[in-house]
C-alpha cells in the first residue's frame, strides 16, 4: 500500500490549444479510494494513465510513497491496472488469464497457483478456474480482470472505467462488490469514470475535472452539499441543479414571478465584483408544492417522469423571459456564468409527490426550503457562502 501524489502535474499534447491535464495537484492517502470524474475530455483518464506511465508528464511530479516515479516505465511502478476493456487473452484459461503477469515476472508455479487460487476465492470465480473467457458473462469476465490486478499485489490499483461495458444492472452489483473488495483489501486505487452516479456512490473522496484543471476534491457529501462552483453544482447530483442568472433588484431576485431577499452576505459579494446580477441554484429535492402564494415559484408542467418511489415535474416558471439565462439541467454541461441559457428558457425539474403528482400542463406553486438555495458569482461562477 502507498499513497499518491500529483505535483502540479501537466501533460500537453503537440498543437493542442491547452493542456489534456493543467497543473494537477492531488494527494491520495494511504489504501484511499478515490474517483476521478467528469465529461468526455476533460482529462481524467489522462491523469490515470500518467500515473501509469501510459502518457509523458510534460511538467510536475508524480509520487507513489516517497518515490519519484514521473520519468518510470510502467513495470516498475508496482501498480496493476483494470481496463474497460478487459484485455483477456481469449485462448488462455481463467487461472492463466490471472497467474500470467507473475509468469513473466518468473514467479514460481507454487506461488502463481497460490496467489490465483486465493484472488478466484475472493472473487467467487473457483469453479471458473479452468474456462476459457468467452464461456464467462460480461460481469464474470471483469472480475477476471480483477483478479488478474489482484493476484499481482500491488501498491496501487488503477481502474479505467471498467464497467462501462456492462448492463445497467450487473454494473450496479459490480460496482458494489468492487467497493466492497477495495475495503476488504486496503489498497490505494484510483479510479476513473463519467458517471457522477458511479462516483458519488463508490469513492472515498471524488475529484471533479474540467478541461484538464482539478474543480474541486472532497468527499460525496460535501459535493453534492458544498460544490465550489457552478460547473461542479450541475454535474453532481441526479436529476442536477436547477441553475439560473437572476438580475438583483430591491435587494433581492424575482424568480418564477417570487421576489426572493438576498442576504447581506450575497448582496455584498455582488457589490464587491461590481455586478447586478446572480447565478441562483436550487436542487429538485429543495422544492416543495405548496397552495398559491405571492412568495411561491409558479410553474408550468411540460412533462412528469414517474419512477415509482420518486417522481420529477419539468416545466417551465413564470416571469423568465429573454435576459434570466436559465440552465439546461444537462449533467456534465460545460456550464460557466456567461453561458448559462443553453437550453429551454426557464425550465427546470422539481420532485413532486408520487402519489399526488401534477398532470402535464398543470400550473403549480412551488417554495424552496430554507437552506435549499444557493448562489454563485456571475462572473467567476465561484459559490458565495451564505453563513
Known sequence: MATVSY???????????????????LDIADG?????????????STSLRMLAGLEDVSDGVIRIGE??????????RDIAMVFQNYALYPHMSVGDNMGFALKVA??????????????????????????????????QRQRVAMGRAIVREPRVFLMDEPLSNLDAKLRTQTRTEIA???????????????????????????AVLKNGLLQQCAAP??????????????????PTMNLTTVRIEDDGVRIGGAHLPL????????????????????????????????????MSVAMV???????????????????TGTGTNTRGSALAPAGLGTGSEGQIIARVDPRNAPAKGERISLRIRPGGGYFFSARTGRRIATD
Not at 518468473?106 to 496467489?115: A, F, L, Q, V, Y
Not at 457529501?221 to 441526479?238: K, M
Open 67 to 76: 518515490r519519484d516515479v514521473t520519468h518510470l516505465p510502467p513495470k516498475d
Open 106 to 139: 518468473g514467479t514460481s508455479k507454487d506461488e502463481i497457483r497460490r496467489r490465483v487460487r486465493e484472488a478466484a476465492r475472493i472473487l467467487d470465480l473457483e469453479p471458473f478456474l479452468e474456462r476459457k473467457p468467452k464461456a464467462l458473462s460480461g460481469g
Open 7 to 25: 505535483e502540479k502535474a501537466t501533460r500537453r499534447y503537440p498543437d493542442a490549444d491547452r493542456p489534456a491535464v493543467d497543473a494537477l495537484s
Open 305 to 323: 417522469e414517474e419512477l415509482g418511489a420518486e417522481a420529477y415535474a419539468y416545466g417551465t416558471l413564470d416571469g423568465t423571459g429573454t435576459g
Open 263 to 298: 442576504s447581506r452576505r450575497v448582496l455584498a459579494a455582488a457589490a464587491h465584483e461590481d455586478s447586478d446580477s446572480i447565478v441562483f441554484g436550487f436542487r429538485p429535492e429543495a422544492l416543495e408544492q405548496v397552495g398559491a402564494d405571492e412568495r411561491a415559484l409558479s
Open 221 to 238: 457529501r460535501t459535493l453534492y452539499e458544498e460544490p465550489d462552483n457552478v460547473f461542479v453544482a450541475s454535474f453532481i447530483g441526479s
Open 180 to 206: 466492497a473488495l477495495q475495503r476488504r483489501l486496503a489498497t490505494t486505487t484510483v479510479y476513473v469514470t463519467h458517471d457522477q452516479v458511479e462516483a458519488m456512490t463508490m469513492g472515498d473522496r471524488v
Open 32 to 44: 484511499e479510494f478515490l474517483v476521478l470524474v467528469g465529461p468526455s475530455g476533460c482529462g481524467k
